[in-house]
């Protein structure tokens, strides 16, 4: 009897396991038939997937790895010159001359000194000839550091999350085009690929953003020059100009106020006339009689 009751418990139990295995299958079964017959090897939290490639395959391994060294260069310096002006248009021809621009500008002007504080992006190979040559520029330097940051960890590691990651997505593609057979099978796929797409889209933006950032070295630049500052005069006494256009002002305004007092007495005017008029007529009669 106890036997019965142990084996009756058992296909219980193995009942109740297959029914939690199927349910949990239906969630990763399109992940099993992504990486079906796939052998891989894993580097880090991402797999790499090795042979069996299809042409979807060969277009993802197409974007290679940059291993080159990414280096970010960046400089701040504060330099005294004789002109701001003049100084900073050659500062700018001087970018201009080696492909790069002024992303902002910001000019000051005060009655003790004149100051522009401006940035320069420029190709990286340029970046420490046109420090230098700008640094001529000036009658003193006050400061000038340079700074670089070192991306080639993140870059590499970004670029090989994004290959990997298209790889995926060519392995969810093909599930969508030829496996995916219920609706079910659809929807899952669609939306990994959704998860996916926005993941990529992610990576590739940081890759731009770091991309262009070595590309183009930053210079951030003040330039000031000292400036002798003008008593401001006690009193303003106006000079000739200022008196004959405050003139010409007062005889406009005389002449507005004229013709704006017509406006206001034409009852008064056409009643004057009217009685000029017949007085007229009764002395011209009178010399008539």
Excluded at 14 to 20: D, G, P
Excluded at 236 to 245: I, L, R, V, W
Aim: glycine letters at 4%; proline letters at 2%; a neutral charge.
């Amino acid at each position: 009897m106890k036997s019965n009751k142990l084996s009756e418990v058992g296909i219980v139990m193995l009942v109740v396991i297959l029914l939690l295995s199927i349910s949990c299958s239906k969630e990763s079964k399109l992940n099993d038939i992504a990486l079906e017959n796939i052998p891989l090897k894993t580097t880090g939290e991402q797999p790499v997937l090795n042979s069996f490639e299809t042409n979807d395959d060969r277009e993802a391994n197409k974007i290679g790895v940059d291993r080159r060294l990414k280096i970010i260069k960046n400089a701040t310096s504060k330099i005294k010159v004789k002109n701001v002006e003049k100084a900073t248009q050659l500062a700018k021809n001087i970018a201009r001359k080696y492909d790069g621009y002024v992303s902002d500008e910001r000019f000051t002007n005060t009655n003790t000194t004149k100051e522009n504080r401006f940035t320069i992006r420029i190709p990286k190979d340029h970046f420490d000839t046109v420090l230098n040559q700008i640094c001529e520029l000036s009658e003193f330097v006050e400061y000038k550091n340079v700074s670089t940051i070192d991306v080639t960890e993140e870059y590499i590691d970004i670029s090989s999350r994004l290959k990997t990651k298209l790889e995926v997505k060519q392995r969810y593609e093909n599930i969508l085009r030829t496996s995916a057979k219920t609706v079910e099978d659809i929807l899952l796929a669609e939306d990994k690929l959704n998860e996916l797409q926005e993941e990529i889209e992610s990576a590739q933006a940081r890759l731009n953003y770091l991309g262009n950032k070595v590309s183009y070295s930053t210079i951030q630049l003040d330039m000031y020059e000292t400036v002798i500052p003008k008593k401001e005069p006690e009193t303003y006494e106006p000079g000739f100009f200022d008196n004959a256009q405050e003139g010409l002002s007062f005889g406009w305004s005389l002449i507005k106020g004229l013709i704006l007092i017509v406006f206001y007495i034409w009852p008064l005017i056409v009643l004057g006339l009217i009685i000029l008029v017949y007085f007229r007529i009764i002395r011209n009669r009178k010399i008539l009689n």
